[in-house]
């Protein structure tokens, strides 16, 4: 079953397409054929959440928001065509010329940080000095006061 999902699954990697004339961002989702859904009946079994940004910089890049895959479809290859499709993105069409793909990984999460390094990517806290920062609530209203 595990090999028939995996080359199956392939077949259903793609993006959302949103209704929006300018959507604030983009999705691709998986999908796994009807013989392979959830006990609960879901075929769609992950989604990679990114937007288009740029940095003054490197140019043109691709923040990916988020990555999922239900715990019971990882470690079948899912998580690898999803971070693929984002950074095929980043190479043609609204993004094409872009030299970076950032995220953010939460630092409890050690199964994810696994999975992006043995991907080629690395942790820039440290090497770049980059810190993720982040302004909300009262203070964000108190921010956007002239």
Not at 12 to 35: F, G, L, W
Not at 39 to 55: E, F, N
Request: one cysteine or more.
């Amino acid at each position: 079953m595990v090999q028939a999902m995996a080359s199956d699954f392939k077949k259903h990697i793609h993006p959302y397409i949103s209704h929006m004339s300018n959507p604030i961002y983009h999705a691709i989702v998986a999908e796994v054929s009807d013989q392979h859904r959830t006990k609960d009946g879901h075929t769609t079994v992950g989604y990679a959440l990114y937007i288009h940004s740029y940095r003054s910089f490197m140019g043109r890049a691709v923040y990916m928001d988020d990555l999922y895959v239900m715990p019971e479809f990882r470690g079948k290859g899912i998580g690898k065509a999803l971070i693929s499709k984002v950074a095929q993105v980043s190479d043609k069409g609204e993004t094409a010329g872009c030299n970076q793909l950032h995220f953010t990984v939460l630092d409890w999460n050690k199964s994810s940080m696994d999975f992006y390094h043995s991907q080629g990517c690395f942790d820039i806290t440290a090497t770049k000095g980059d810190h993720c920062m982040r302004c909300e609530g009262e203070a964000l209203e108190h921010l956007a006061q002239p």
